[in-house]
């Protein structure tokens, strides 16, 4: 069974990328497999909404997204890390999630008219890493729902988020012992709701009742 890490920061090394990592390594760690994927480093355009995917679920535009989405597809532990950038993820993160919206949420019209969205996928994990220099946490929180959105539309429920605050140059985190351990932990936490402890219905691991939520 398999984690997928994906990085929204531009930056290699940085420090969400450094927080994914660490996230991966506590998965690592009970037996799963693990990859990250930096989407700088791939070429994923934001969503044009022409709803050509609307029946068959599948983008229009040929780029790096249907791949990448593949491997979403398939991993049991997709792990979402994302700096804020004013006010929200990343460019690179946002255009991922937009994609991943439009086309991997069905819309059904009842026959009384109303509009439902019902979600394509089910059965999967997740971890949502955001993290920020100076803003407050209320606007770390909207980063974190955000990606939390993403997790859903693909089928995984969030059990655990990291969230950090003033961390500004690449390599501020490791000096953020805490932060690290506060990954690691959120990695151990995904993999044992992966292997068969689910979550609770407020989303905490279940074998890990005291579990809870931010740094
Ligand atoms: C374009 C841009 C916009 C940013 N906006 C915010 C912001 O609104 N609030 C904040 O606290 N930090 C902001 N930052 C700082 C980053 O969130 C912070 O440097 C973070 O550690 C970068 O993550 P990385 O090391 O993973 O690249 C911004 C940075 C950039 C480059």
């Known amino acids: 069974m398999k984690v997928i890490g994906i990085v929204g920061s531009p930056r290699r090394g940085g420090n969400t990328d450094v927080l994914v990592e660490q996230v991966l390594a506590g998965a690592g760690a009970h037996g799963l497999e693990t990859e990250k994927v ?18 068959s679920g599948r983008c229009v535009i040929g780029d790096d997204f249907h791949a990448l989405l593949e491997k979403a597809l398939g991993s049991a532990g997709i792990v979402l890390g994302s700096p804020m950038y004013v006010g929200t993820v990343t460019a690179q993160m946002k255009a991922f999630v937009d994609r991943v919206d439009c086309s991997q949420v069905e819309l059904v019209r009842a026959s009384t008219g109303e509009v439902r969205f019902r979600r394509r996928h089910r059965g999967r994990f997740g971890v949502v890493v955001a993290i ?8 770390l929180r909207h980063c974190a729902r955000v990606m939390e959105a993403c997790l859903r539309d693909l089928g995984a429920d969030t059990v655990d988020e990291v969230l950090a605050q003033r961390l500004s140059d690449v ?5 953020r012992p805490e ?16 292997r068969g402890g689910g979550t609770d219905e407020r989303g905490r691991c279940a074998e ?8």
């Open 38 to 55: 930096l989407l700088g480093e791939l070429e994923i355009a934001p969503c044009r909404a022409c709803y050509s995917c609307a029946d």
């Open 132 to 139: 920020c220099d100076l803003s407050p946490l209320s606007e």
């Open 171 to 175: 390599g501020d985190v490791r000096k």
């Open 179 to 194: 932060l690290l351990a506060r990954a690691f932990r959120a990695g151990e936490r995904l993999a044992a709701a992966i």
């Open 208 to 215: 890990d009742p005291g579990a809870h939520r931010g740094v």
